[in-house]
């Protein structure tokens, strides 16, 4: 083999990566394309980082993130032996997924969800099975019991922001007693509820989270799992065959700092709550097909205009969102809930591109 | 399979992770165990990251890591396109051994070197040929000639902290065309010359550094590596299907400042080099033999009295050190060069402890 892939390995010759949302450089955007927080993160946050930013930065961290996973115990009622941490939930997934299936082995997920899933599947020789959402996009819990090596379910999904309970989860966790089933619950502190409480009762469920989007911490990098031992072990053995050293020591600073500040954690997530069912229905008096969200996004589509046109047009009036080349998802748009000036802003553009298509 | 391993993949059921030197939290010690800098970061650095821990934190970082990458290509005069940033420079080397090493193909490294090779190799299915370095610890240059799907040479190598010149690498680099060679220069800032002016040359050749040791951010996690753009794009193929942000914005803030710290810089490196030389002859005076290092460490065995027994006095006296129980170099302890302070310590407690065995 010659050219540019003349020295890639056999693994990673046809891998297609990961793409994030656009992060611009040029131009100052309303950003509502990468489902950050619009609010900063708790000023003890940047506190913690300041004063840790200092000689003791010649050291390595603590391998284990050990005041980190203390102030996870602390803030989620879990055992320290029962919690891992990563550099975000995608590192924590990316283990998770080398971890607990096998190469050759079939992993299934829903056709719309987060798109990292198949990636980290393809890099890892796993198959992937995708199971089709309802026509309403809602979770067809049956068809996931059972015919497969392994379960990921975003909850909420994304790009959807919709919610299933712990009923559903339940009956798939018994229903797969030789899988380990991932909850990946990135945006669950806007109002969905957690599968943390199941941990106790099924030693195959990882509950996955990150600070990136609620404490909105999405620069600092900090994600967690929660897991019976058996897991978390196995995610440290990952980690520890990597780098032994993935979270740095202003991370752990910082993240510590986010946790104790409860207070600011459940006022902002409230806000953008509160921001969020506000834009939705100003978003349905525009004539938007509005999902029921319990993220901190929406995903929305126009009956009279395509999604890629309205992408389009909000880009020229300098608001990022996201739009979904993909089949079934393609009239939507994703759009994070930002402030309310944000959302406002957002509207008037859409009512103008509404108004302009007449 | 039941028990604590139940779930876990095969792939790591039978791996033996990575154990990184103590990182004591009870006790004050002289820390001489792990190769950090006994000086602090540039102050710039602490600058910068402060005036970075701010309310853009909300903000995911930029995904290529872009400013580093920048005052990497102006430090050392590489173009963009030839440079990858990553979680210190073990990530970047679990990433190189995926992207460059098929599963069941075999690499070869020194039998004595980082312990960390063999790790990532098991993790990721590649096979391992170790070449024993020659009684006096050189790299038996020629054995390294073919004969491998890929070559991993520490330079300065670890524990030994000796180096070999350019031109022992063009030979190995010459006779692997069509194999990857990766050059792990973590302790070159010490005294030993870089491959980097050979990547021109080479299109198979990787030199990985990292920010830990000379630039004194072992808790800051960066490390990067330069190669030809193909190579490069295969990190990069890998990082964007693992984690498309490994290094958060305080990381990228720091990294940049250290790198425009030039005197800093070298100003630290040469009081390591200066205070390596004096105590390595403080060493020789208390009768132990020395290995010629061109690192920030020490490799130094004493005739009369067991190194472990050395590593266990110095310990109980407030000093860590490092041994390793391994065939060849179970006589030695690997000393981190400290201040002149701690290395006379660390001098005096010895010549105790060999008084003691009299």
Redesign the interface.
């Known amino acids: 083999m010659s ?10 010759r046809d ?1 297609t ?5 656009e ?1 611009p ?1 040029d131009r100052q955007f309303i ?1 509502l394309n ?1 489902n ?6 708790s000023p003890r ?2 506190e913690a ?2 004063a840790a ?11 284990d993130a ?1 005041p980190l996973l203390e102030a996870l115990s602390r803030a989620y009622g879990v055992p320290q032996d029962r919690i891992f941490a990563g ?2 939930s ?2 924590v997934l ?1 283990f998770a997924f ?6 050759g082995s079939t992993i299934v997920f829903p056709d719309i969800t987060y798109s990292f899933y198949p ?2 599947a ?2 890892y020789q796993i198959r992937c099975r995708r199971i089709p959402l309802g026509a309403d996009f809602t979770l067809p819990v049956p068809a996931f019991f059972g015919g497969s090596d392994g379960v990921v379910i975003a909850n909420p999904n994304a790009p959807t922001g919709m919610a299933v309970g712990p009923n559903a989860l339940r009956a798939i966790l018994e229903a797969n007693p030789r899988a ?1 089933v991932i909850v990946d619950e990135a945006y669950v502190d806007f109002g969905a509820e957690s599968a943390l409480p199941l941990i106790g009762d099924y ?2 469920l990882l509950v996955v989270q990150t600070m ?1 989007k609620s404490r ?6 900090v994600g967690f799992a929660f897991g019976q ?3 978390i ?2 995610l ?16 752990i600073a ?1 993240g510590v700092a986010a946790l104790e500040d409860r207070d600011y954690f459940d006022l902002r997530r409230r806000q953008v709550m509160e921001t969020r069912e506000r834009a939705a229905a100003a978003l349905r008096d525009l004539g938007f097909e509005v999902l029921p969200s319990q993220a901190n996004f929406l995903f929305a589509s126009h009956p009279a205009v395509p999604a890629r046109a309205l992408f389009d047009g909000l880009r020229e009036a300098g608001i990022l969102v996201r739009y979904f080349s993909q089949p079934r998802i393609d009239r939507f748009l994703r759009i994070t809930v930002g402030t309310d000036e944000e959302m406002d802003a957002l509207c008037r553009a859409l009512a103008a591109l509404l108004q302009a298509q007449k």
């Open positions: 050219g540019t892939k003349r020295y890639w390995s056999s693994r990673i891998l990566p990961y793409t994030p949302g992060q450089k950003k990468t950050e927080n619009p609010y900063p993160p946050v940047t980082i300041r930013a200092g000689a003791d930065l010649r050291r390595y961290p603590d391998p050990t550099n975000g995608d590192e990316s080398q971890a607990f299936f096998d190469p990636v980290y393809n890099l380990v030693p195959n990136s909105a911490l999405a620069g600092l990098r031992p058996g897991l072990a196995a440290n053995c990952v980690k520890n065959s990597i780098n032994s050293y993935t979270l740095d020591r202003l991370a910082g």
